[in-house]
């Protein structure tokens, strides 16, 4: 058997583009990883399954995994009932 080492996990190239792509997003949405006041993902209308920390947020500009206690400028409340 070859004598060799492996190497490190490191980022390819398509984790570069995703990261871009990601960061327009953050850009965009002034996405946070930390609420805003009592603003948050997990009390926002577009977070899809409010009973877990890690959903999707359906709002139209995002469409992406987002975290309950994170927030973005689109935040919308709930609407009563
Ligand atoms: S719209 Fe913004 S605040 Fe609402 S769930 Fe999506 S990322 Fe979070």
């Known amino acids: 058997m ?4 492996i ?12 990261w871009l792509e990601l ?3 953050i850009e965009r949405a ?4 930390h609420p805003s006041g009592e603003e948050k993902c997990g ?3 577009y977070y899809l399954d409010t009973d877990s920390d890690l959903t999707y ?4 500009q995002l469409r992406i995994l987002v975290g309950d206690e ?3 400028q689109w935040w919308e409340a709930i609407p009563e009932g």
């Open 2 to 5: 070859a004598d060799y080492d």
């Open 7 to 18: 190497p490190p996990p490191e980022p390819k190239e398509i984790d570069e583009k995703n």
């Open 23 to 25: 960061q327009h997003f």
């Open 30 to 33: 002034v996405l946070r990883g």
């Open 43 to 45: 009390n926002c209308l």
């Open 57 to 60: 947020c359906w709002h139209p």
């Open 70 to 72: 994170w927030w973005c």
